[in-house]
């Protein structure tokens, strides 16, 4: 059985109320729950893509699920054979490392520097929280899915770069126009599905030339 504070709620930013958790006889599974209320600080750990309703910014949680579905549908669009069971895990742990580290912004040059360093550290202490064997587990995926060298893992940062491009189309722009984006940095992001996905690029550049006509994006 376990037991959380009724003052536990991550979207408030405040943590777990550890002393209300109760341990069962088993370490193992003592380190998988506490694991699994770990992550629930990905609700509280916001991006700069704003939802397509435009209420409000979305968060890791969301997103990982939002890219995670995708990768069920757009399959027949990768140039190579993937395995989707494997890409949509990459999909879903891909980001618990900003848990600790943060989001870090596409777009940004300053953060991106230190970013590799920062989520190192993340991964090191979040997946160690786990039995060895399951820590290594999600830790090689989520290191395979950062390479962006196997057609999982290209497959899985297609649909990682896809939906926030998808929702800038149907919220005005909005992180673009924020960021004062040009085109050049977005095509350098979308990369990956100009490589690995022809047809879905070709749409995504009619995007961005409308996007760059209406003045989201600079040219």
Sequence with gaps: MIMLSKTYNTLGGKQL???DFIKSDNERLNKQLLFSAEI???TSILRRTMLIDNSRRENDAEHSWHI???AMLFEEY????????????MCVVHDLVEIYAGDTFAYDLEGNKDKKERESKSADKLFGMLPDEQGQM????????????????KYAACMDRLQPFFHNTLTKGH?????G???SLVEGRMAIIKEFMPE????LSKNLDNAVEIGWLKE
């Design 17 to 19: 109320a550890i002393e």
């Design 40 to 42: 629930d600080k990905m």
């Design 68 to 70: 995670a579905v995708m």
């Design 78 to 89: 990768a140039i190579e054979k993937v395995d989707i069971s494997r890409a949509v895990k």
């Design 138 to 153: 999600i830790r090689e995926l989520w290191e395979e899915f950062d390479e962006m060298k196997t057609a999982d893992a």
């Design 175 to 179: 992180t673009w126009v924020e960021s």
């Design 181 to 183: 984006t040009n085109r």
């Design 200 to 203: 879905v690029y070709k749409w």
